[in-house]
């Protein structure tokens, strides 16, 4: 076994405390698809089973008896592959001992509780309130990225980038959405990526305010804003980045609105230090935001007071980001027991806890004009006074800007692992 699994399984170990308890991680099975074609939708690991594994197994266990010790008390059982698998599909046996010996494993522990992670498994009966805690104390130490999932993340991070430096230099009226991300998500591919991390969001004019559009055969017009939300994975890990551009020359309130996110997400990356509650980070970026939505005559009042009344949400509806790494939302949640804030535009938030060294978070502020919102009769009275509606009204062909980047908590200062992808319209 590789020096960095023992070491991740060891921490896992010291950090669940599990006492007598045993515990079993699934990978999962793969899903046929419904059409007989003796195919399946493409296979991936439970995430608590990779982390623990550090390969894609389906029908895999990893195990854990703490009476065995933090390093020795491990095993990986693999399923036998068959005669049918290797001809078809050239598979490989993988290291570890047969599954078909789980069974006699547990039943000389029989009697001792059990904590399931991952995929449930079939025939074995798990403590509920051990499988709670124990999944909340593995998401929790989970949060800290090690050596080897930092140095992933930094590949993910170039890949992504190359990505991005071929879709600038492409962008032009007359191409869709469709195609742009043909040429993102190709040089992904070209760069070392093994695949898009998510559905890659490509949004021209006012589907730029659709949070999550999906790639369309709009076509791009001089004047459009793009908002390109996409990240290449590498062996699970991920980069999650989002730049907004303008096809052509942008206007000066595009430039404007701009301006005011960048500003935002800057100030807000900067904030990202060790002890810093996110959702006072996250606050402040909404504060300066409607501060700027102010400046340019779209909102009237107070910053503050606006934020306080949850005005800023018609334009700024969404949180300031989540943490990232085996998953697009990797680790994110509540710290241990914490409560959700009942604050109506906190709810929206994907992560509520300090920041500590070794997290990697997304920082993405946004502003959007969304017609949904706008135009929402209920909203438009319980904010009559704190918006230029004629004005408001006047943008919602627009779209909105968001700006992303991965940011790697330190010790001191933190690091910006997308920092080589421009922020230009």
């Known amino acids: 076994m590789s020096t960095f699994l023992s070491d991740r399984r060891a ?15 699934g990978a999962g099975e793969p899903v046929p698809l419904p059409e007989g074609s003796d195919q399946t939708y493409p296979f991936r690991s439970h995430a608590e089973y990779f982390y623990l594994a550090a390969h894609e197994c389906p029908g895999g266990v990893v195990a854990f008896d703490p009476r065995d010790g933090d390093r020795a008390g ?18 490989a046996q993988l290291p570890g001992a047969s599954v078909a010996t789980l069974e006699p ?77 043909i040429e993102l998500e190709a040089e992904f591919f070209r760069a070392g990526g093994t695949r898009p991390g998510y559905g890659s969001i490509v949004g021209l004019g006012a589907n730029s305010a659709i ?55 800057e100030h807000a990356v900067a904030r990202c230090v060790p002890g810093a509650e996110w959702r006072e980070i996250h606050l402040a970026a909404a504060v300066e935001m409607t501060a700027g939505l102010i400046s340019l005559g779209v909102m009237r009042g107070s910053a503050e007071s606006l934020v306080e009344q949850e005005a800023h949400t018609l334009f700024f509806p969404h949180g300031l980001g989540h943490m990232v790494g085996l998953g697009v939302r990797d680790g994110s949640g509540m710290l241990p027991g914490r409560t959700k804030s009942p604050r ?13 060294p070794g997290y990697v978070v997304t920082v993405e502020p946004g502003l959007y004009f969304i017609p949904a919102l706008l135009n929402d009769p209920k909203r438009r009275e319980r904010f009559r006074d704190c918006v230029n509606w004629p004005l408001a009204e ?27 992808i421009p922020k230009t319209l």
Do not use: C
């Open 394 to 420: 006047s943008l919602l062909h627009l779209g909105g800007v968001r700006i992303e980047d991965n940011v790697l908590v330190t010790s001191g200062a933190p690091e910006n692992l997308t920092a080589a």
């Open 105 to 181: 494993w547990l039943t000389t522990r029989r009697g001792r509780p059990i904590a399931m992670l991952g995929a449930p498994l079939r025939g074995v009966v798990a403590d509920g309130k051990a499988t709670l805690r124990a999944r909340e104390q593995l998401l929790h130490a989970r949060r800290v990225k090690d050596a080897t999932e930092i140095a992933l993340l930094r590949r993910t991070a170039i890949a992504t980038a190359a990505g991005y430096a071929k879709l600038r230099s492409i962008l032009r009226p007359g191409l869709t959405e469709r195609a742009l991300q």
């Open 11 to 25: 921490r896992t170990a010291a950090a669940l405390n599990l006492g007598d308890t045993l515990l079993l991680v």
């Open 74 to 91: 491990w095993v990986s059982f693999v399923p036998d592959i068959t005669e049918g698998e290797i001809v078809w599909e050239g598979r």
């Open 211 to 265: 949070l999550h559009s999906t790639p369309s055969a709009r076509v791009a017009q001089a004047g459009d804003f793009l908002l390109v939300d996409a990240g290449a994975e590498i062996d699970r890990y991920m980069t999650d980045v989002t730049r907004t551009y303008v096809v052509g020359t942008p206007s000066a309130f595009q430039r404007d609105l701009f301006q005011v996110v960048l500003a935002a997400e």
């Open 344 to 356: 109506a535009s906190l709810a929206t938030l994907r992560m509520d806890l300090p920041l500590a």
